[in-house]
């Protein structure tokens, strides 16, 4: 098979997670403007963004290649969260969020260049936050991580002591369902082991 498997994301979790599941992708993030997309619908929007990343990068390749673009928003209550722009934007949301339940949402699109084809699919994941004090918030606000990460929370780093409970996929959580991806790429026609490292 040996067709190349990349990433059209700079996110280091998301490189992470691929790397811990055997893959060996090369990553190439997209320069996607993400303000042309317009949707208070965050399933709709993830799905937009994840797409619209996948195929620029898909538009850069040669030769046959599988294109694989995410993007994360966290939904609660009825608002539309995306990384903070500043420290004051993330304590204000951790103040909202604390002792609430989320949904981190996670858009998928995959393109496969060899069969001409692509899939888009969203995951959706329960995040119980843990009622922090103003103390807690401001020690992990203070924190590079929190500023990094949609939601302002990064489940597998210091964030994770924040949050109570997760209900749905964990992966999906830290920027990247494996379990959908699996399937995914059985839509395809491939299976898991066809990328991974020999």
Same mark, same amino acid.
């Given at each position: 098979?040996?067709?190349?498997?990349?990433? @059209? =994301?700079? #996110?280091? @979790?998301?490189?992470?997670?691929?790397?811990? $599941?055997?893959?060996?992708?090369?990553?190439q993030p997209s320069q996607f403007d993400e303000s042309q997309i317009t949707t208070t619908d965050p399933e709709t929007l993830v799905? @937009? *963004? $994840?797409?619209?990343? $996948?195929?620029?990068? $898909?538009?850069?390749?040669?030769?046959?290649?599988?294109v694989l673009g995410c993007d994360s928003v966290l939904a609660l209550?009825?608002?539309i969260y995306g990384k903070p722009k500043t420290v004051e934007d993330a304590i204000a949301r951790w103040q909202t969020?604390?002792?609430?339940?989320?949904?981190?949402?996670t858009g998928h699109a995959l393109?496969?260049?060899h069969q001409q084809t692509q899939l888009i699919r969203a995951q959706s994941t329960a995040v119980?936050?843990?009622?922090? =004090?103003?103390?807690?918030?401001? @020690?992990y606000t203070n924190t590079a991580e929190a500023l990094q990460c949609a939601g302002c929370f990064a489940l597998?780093?210091?964030?994770?002591?924040?949050?109570?409970?997760?209900?749905?996929?964990? #992966?999906?959580?830290?920027?990247? #369902? *494996?379990?959908?991806?699996r399937q995914m790429l059985g839509e395809l026609g491939y299976e898991v082991m066809d990328f991974w490292q020999q």
């Open positions: 098979m040996g067709y190349p498997f990349i990433l @059209a =994301s700079a #996110s280091p @979790a998301r490189y992470q997670l691929l790397k811990q $599941a055997g893959f060996d992708p090369i990553v799905r @937009a *963004l $994840a797409l619209g990343k $996948a195929e620029m990068v $898909a538009k850069q390749q040669q030769s046959p290649a599988l209550g009825g608002e969020m604390r002792g609430k339940t989320g949904q981190l949402l393109i496969d260049l119980d936050f843990a009622p922090l =004090s103003d103390q807690e918030i401001q @020690a597998d780093g210091r964030g994770g002591l924040f949050i109570d409970q997760i209900r749905g996929c964990h #992966s999906n959580v830290i920027g990247l #369902s *494996l379990p959908l991806l």
